[in-house]
């Protein structure tokens, strides 16, 4: 499983970001997660989204299944598909919408994230 961002993110954001509106899953991304869990055969797994050093820009996006909770994580249910925050992760991702793209030039999940000040050219770093 890939994540793509598609714009990029301030690396030091203020406390009040952290106090605006949560992690989105789209109708699309929640019927893909769905469906990958199901072939799966597992049901107790979430999906994880992360910031975490790395990338081209300093910071990167990592989504990915998960059945660890850890303290201070942010739970989000989307009609049944659990989506976690890791606690110092919600500050860069306060709005941000995960959504599923299935085209020919590309297929995977992506992240709008509207606190982005800015892109990398490898789809998934920001600053």
Known sequence: MTAESTQAVPSA??????ATSSVTLTDIASGKVKALLEAEGRDDLALRIAVQPGGCSGLRYQLFFDDRSLDGDQVIDFSGVNVVVDRMSVPYLGGATIDFVDTIEKQGFTIDNPNATGSCACGDSFH
């Open 13 to 18: 954001p203020d406390a009040s970001t952290e």
